[in-house]
């Protein structure tokens, strides 16, 4: 593989983790805003797997956008 191949494919997964974070957090903003309009009992694994994820998925967008500042 060229390194431009390898550069690109690097982007590409940047952009896709931006894309899913960008996912993440409206899921987590809607879901708010649903408990908040509706008087529901919010289950706190749920708060807790979404905020876990948008962590992970952040830590990952870090860790490429370095690699790809070495490159």
Same mark, same amino acid.
């Given at each position: 593989?060229? %390194?431009?191949? *390898?550069?690109? /494919? +690097?982007? &590409? &997964?940047?952009? %896709? !983790? ?8 409206? #899921?987590?903003?809607? !879901?708010? &805003? ?6 529901? !009992?919010?289950? =706190? =694994? +749920?708060? #807790?797997?979404?905020?876990? %994820?948008? *962590? /992970? ?5 870090? %860790?490429?956008? !370095?690699?790809?500042? *070495? +490159?």
């Amino acid at each position: 593989m060229k %390194a431009s191949e *390898r550069i690109k /494919e +690097i982007e &590409n &997964n940047l952009t %896709a !983790y931006k894309e899913l974070l960008e996912a993440l957090e409206d #899921m987590e903003m809607i !879901y708010d &805003n649903i408990v908040d309009w509706v008087d529901i !009992y919010k289950p =706190h =694994h +749920i708060d #807790m797997e979404l905020s876990q %994820a948008i *962590r /992970e998925v952040e830590g990952k967008i870090q %860790a490429i956008e !370095y690699k790809l500042e *070495r +490159i």
